[in-house]
């Protein structure tokens, strides 16, 4: 069973930086993409960043600037680093990482709370 692993959420200052993490474990299907989700309170979940296998990136717009993505698909890792953070990027994250055939892999979800 896959299972992947997030760390790296917190509490910080508005204008503070954090670095989320994620490694999958276990026998990972070939990968399209990894990337970060948030959901935040009453809110749908929303596509914050995703990395391809060929090393595009794609960022929402309201994080362009201010985070990056990093990772090697082949080593089923992704990191994502958040500067610059502002309180409306409170929310949880989850790690995701999309398969070539069958259902996606999902991370638990991290917490990540600015304060203003």
């Known amino acids: 069973q896959v299972r992947l692993v997030e760390s790296g959420g917190g509490l910080v200052q508005a204008g503070g930086s954090l670095r989320l993490s994620c490694a999958a474990s276990g026998s990972v299907s070939r990968l399209r993409a990894m990337g970060w989700f948030r959901q935040a309170p009453g809110k749908q979940r929303e596509l914050v960043t995703s990395i391809t296998d060929g090393g595009s990136t794609n960022y929402a717009d309201s994080v362009k600037g201010r985070f990056t993505i990093s990772g090697d698909v082949a080593k089923t890792t992704v990191f994502l680093q958040m500067n610059s953070l502002k309180p409306e990027d409170t929310a949880v994250y989850y790690c995701?990482?999309?398969?070539?055939?069958?259902?996606?892999?999902w991370g638990q979800g991290t917490q990540v709370t600015v304060s203003s």
């Open positions: 995701w990482m999309g398969r070539r055939s069958g259902s996606d892999y």
